[in-house]
């Protein structure tokens, strides 16, 4: 009888194998050196399970002479653990969304009776999917440039906009205002009050028959105190406004940042600014002074995936994990009562495990290490807004009350 012999079917058999991760490895080449991240990551995703494959061959392979027996499932249980130990170390390096504050910005968004134009002032692809239906403006869909921007508001890319940070008129075009929370940032301007506040979120809305701003001016000075220059910027304004103009003002947001200082800084932590990027396991130490007793609001600047504990005062406020944002942004810690004076806080980051998201990043990005400062605030509502007439404008400017802004308003 006719036909192709078994040696020469295995021979053309190993042949299509040796082809086939031949092509693979020289287009995985060509495209790891002329394509860029996306591409590369597509590209060994592809060529891995011809990898695979070839690994298992191999194995089969073995079933010759001596290690007819046993060497094909000791080398294919070898190629099995490798494959699952791979996946094991790019598992807990996977990042997870965060689900307890998007959970949260998903409710905002359900609960909303939208009636105009929102604005969600922070770098958060999922923002703009969850509001979609309110419309709502990000900067990662529309960045805010010159005609967004008040003049000498910082240029370039910010992952947080501070609202003081936009032209008046810019945000006259918004009625509904979705904030991500930060202990640092300016109250929005005397037309908006507060609808509602999460762990995460504040909401804002333009009152019905609120005052028209006609001025606004950030206080943006270390203490919040108005310069001799500013007071008379007010002045003019005031003048320009005409008759039944007033004057609008809210308190300085009372709050302390500390960086985690350098020689406190854990040696595998790198230091970038006022960021650290956890390398490993580690304790850095900040301190406070709490000017009164009273019960304070910890915030957490960072981007976390395993577990980060703060304590205040050798008690444990709260933990981050699984929180991964943007640069300058800020995760709620917890809160705690303390007395006046000087105290001691730690921020902890424990050894990683097998979870996603708790491995160490060695990359210059710090997804799930970036560590900033802690921030320390009373636990009140919002700061409120006063009025003052014309005729005590002055008064109040030179006060040398501490102020988020100054406004002139009809």
């Given at each position: 009888m006719g036909g192709a012999r078994p040696g020469s079917q295995a021979l053309r058999r190993n042949l299509a194998l040796v082809a086939a991760g031949t092509a693979a490895a020289v287009a995985l080449v060509v495209v790891l050196w002329s394509g860029n991240t996306w591409v590369d990551l597509k590209a060994i995703v592809v060529s891995a399970p011809i990898a695979v494959a070839l690994a298992f061959a191999g194995a089969a392979g073995?079933?010759?002479?001596?290690?007819r027996r046993w060497g094909p499932p000791m080398a294919g249980a070898l190629v099995a653990v490798a494959v699952l130990a791979g996946n094991a170390l790019v598992y807990r390096g996977t990042t997870l969304a965060p689900y307890d504050r998007l959970a949260e910005l998903e409710g905002i968004a359900e609960r909303l009776d939208m009636?105009?134009?929102?604005?969600?002032?922070?770098?958060e692809e999922y923002a703009g999917y969850l509001l979609r239906e309110e419309g709502a403006?990000?900067?990662?869909?529309?960045?805010?440039?010159?005609?967004?921007?008040?003049?000498?508001?910082?240029?370039?890319?910010?992952?947080?906009?501070?609202?003081?940070?936009?032209?008046?008129?810019y945000l006259a075009g918004f009625d509904v205002l979705v904030l991500r929370r930060d202990?640092?940032?300016?109250?929005?301007?005397?037309?908006?009050?507060?609808?509602?506040?999460?762990?995460?979120?504040?909401?804002?809305?333009?009152?019905?028959?609120?005052?028209?701003?006609?001025?606004h001016l950030p206080l943006a000075t270390a203490d919040g105190d108005p310069t001799p220059a500013q007071c008379a910027e007010v002045k003019r304004a005031l003048r320009a406004a005409g008759p039944g103009a007033a004057l609008a003002y809210t308190p300085a947001p009372q709050v302390a940042v500390s960086p985690i200082p350098e020689a406190l800084t854990p040696a595998s932590w790198k230091v970038t600014g006022q960021d650290r990027l956890a390398?490993?396991?580690?304790?850095?130490?900040?301190?406070?002074?709490?000017?009164?007793?009273?019960?304070?609001?910890?915030?957490l600047r960072g981007s976390v995936g395993r577990e980060v504990q703060v304590f205040v005062a050798g008690r444990l406020v709260g933990d981050v994990r699984w929180s991964q944002s943007y640069p300058d942004q800020y995760e709620p810690v917890g809160t705690v009562r303390l007395a006046a004076g000087t105290h001691p806080a730690q921020i902890v980051r424990g050894g990683g495990s097998l979870l996603p998201g708790t491995a160490d990043d060695l990359g210059a990005e710090g997804t799930t290490t970036r560590i900033g400062p802690l921030a320390l605030q009373p636990a009140d509502g919002p700061r409120q807004v006063s009025y003052a007439p014309a005729s005590r404008a002055m008064e109040v400017c030179r006060s040398g009350q501490p102020l988020d802004w100054l406004e002139v308003v009809r």
């Amino acid at each position: 009888m006719g036909g192709a012999r078994p040696g020469s079917q295995a021979l053309r058999r190993n042949l299509a194998l040796v082809a086939a991760g031949t092509a693979a490895a020289v287009a995985l080449v060509v495209v790891l050196w002329s394509g860029n991240t996306w591409v590369d990551l597509k590209a060994i995703v592809v060529s891995a399970p011809i990898a695979v494959a070839l690994a298992f061959a191999g194995a089969a392979g073995l079933g010759r002479g001596r290690l007819r027996r046993w060497g094909p499932p000791m080398a294919g249980a070898l190629v099995a653990v490798a494959v699952l130990a791979g996946n094991a170390l790019v598992y807990r390096g996977t990042t997870l969304a965060p689900y307890d504050r998007l959970a949260e910005l998903e409710g905002i968004a359900e609960r909303l009776d939208m009636a105009g134009r929102a604005l969600y002032p922070a770098s958060e692809e999922y923002a703009g999917y969850l509001l979609r239906e309110e419309g709502a403006v990000t900067p990662v869909e529309a960045p805010f440039d010159r005609k967004s921007l008040r003049p000498g508001a910082p240029r370039g890319q910010l992952f947080s906009r501070d609202l003081d940070d936009l032209r008046l008129d810019y945000l006259a075009g918004f009625d509904v205002l979705v904030l991500r929370r930060d202990p640092t940032h300016s109250r929005p301007p005397s037309g908006f009050g507060l609808v509602e506040r999460t762990p995460h979120y504040a909401v804002w809305r333009r009152g019905p028959g609120a005052a028209q701003v006609l001025f606004h001016l950030p206080l943006a000075t270390a203490d919040g105190d108005p310069t001799p220059a500013q007071c008379a910027e007010v002045k003019r304004a005031l003048r320009a406004a005409g008759p039944g103009a007033a004057l609008a003002y809210t308190p300085a947001p009372q709050v302390a940042v500390s960086p985690i200082p350098e020689a406190l800084t854990p040696a595998s932590w790198k230091v970038t600014g006022q960021d650290r990027l956890a390398r490993g396991p580690g304790r850095g130490q900040v301190g406070f002074r709490v000017p009164h007793d009273g019960t304070y609001r910890v915030w957490l600047r960072g981007s976390v995936g395993r577990e980060v504990q703060v304590f205040v005062a050798g008690r444990l406020v709260g933990d981050v994990r699984w929180s991964q944002s943007y640069p300058d942004q800020y995760e709620p810690v917890g809160t705690v009562r303390l007395a006046a004076g000087t105290h001691p806080a730690q921020i902890v980051r424990g050894g990683g495990s097998l979870l996603p998201g708790t491995a160490d990043d060695l990359g210059a990005e710090g997804t799930t290490t970036r560590i900033g400062p802690l921030a320390l605030q009373p636990a009140d509502g919002p700061r409120q807004v006063s009025y003052a007439p014309a005729s005590r404008a002055m008064e109040v400017c030179r006060s040398g009350q501490p102020l988020d802004w100054l406004e002139v308003v009809r």
